[in-house]
């Protein structure tokens, strides 16, 4: 989940929160974007979950039964900077 964390001085810094473990994913490159299957999405839109490349995304694969779709955490945000067409 992407999330805020306050800092002492009160400001908010974007994070990115497990959505397994519910740690901070540190290193994007040891994370991915999973989509599971979900009741709450159509088929045509489905869940992204952030996850921890290993573990986390090995217990949540165990937990839905089947193989998951997923991409490179690095990959889905590129994706989605240019999707919501980002300027810096
Ligand atoms: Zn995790």
Same mark, same amino acid.
């Given at each position: 989940?992407?999330?805020?964390?306050?800092?002492?001085?009160?400001?908010?810094?974007?994070?990115?929160?497990?959505?397994?473990?519910?740690?901070?994913?540190?290193?994007?490159?040891?994370?991915?974007?999973?989509?599971?299957? =979900?009741?709450?999405?159509?088929?045509?839109?489905?869940?992204?979950?952030?996850?921890?490349?290993?573990?986390?995304?090995?217990?949540?694969?165990?937990?839905?039964?089947?193989?998951?779709?997923?991409?490179?955490?690095?990959?889905?945000?590129?994706?989605? =900077?240019?999707?919501?067409?980002?300027?810096?």
């Amino acid at each position: 989940m992407i999330a805020a964390i306050s800092t002492i001085n009160g400001d908010r810094v974007p994070i990115i929160i497990c959505d397994e473990c519910h740690k901070e994913l540190e290193d994007i490159e040891m994370a991915i974007a999973a989509m599971p299957a =979900s009741q709450e999405f159509t088929e045509e839109i489905q869940q992204v979950l952030h996850i921890h490349k290993t573990n986390c995304f090995d217990v949540l694969e165990i937990r839905e039964g089947e193989f998951l779709p997923w991409l490179e955490l690095q990959e889905y945000l590129f994706l989605l =900077s240019q999707r919501c067409e980002l300027k810096t």
